[in-house]
């Protein structure tokens, strides 16, 4: 990680509460649609490790291909069981 990392945008899905997304802006406008409406939730900055253990190479690899990267959040009842 260094400070020259770029700014990862970190939204949630209105359409489904386990989806999050990245960006590489701060209106997320390449997120899509079908899962919107979508909101602000932070930002990472190039020198912060991302949340979940999730990798910053795969996510800024996802925002250079697609212009996004989605990520679902695990449901706890299915961690335990």
Do not use: C, Y
């Not at 990862?8 to 409406?37: C, I, R, V, Y």
């Not at 490790?49 to 989605?70: C, M, S, T, V, Y």
């Amino acid at each position: 990680m260094t400070v020259d990392a770029p700014r990862l945008f970190m939204f949630k899905s209105g359409a489904n509460d386990q989806l999050f997304g990245f960006a590489s802006d701060h209106t997320g406008a390449k997120l899509p649609e079908k899962f919107g409406p979508w909101s602000s939730i932070g930002v990472i900055r190039g020198d912060q490790r991302p949340p979940h253990g999730l990798k910053r190479d795969a996510i800024e690899d996802g925002i250079a291909q697609n212009g996004f990267q989605l990520w679902r959040k695990k449901d706890a009842a299915a961690k335990t069981a």
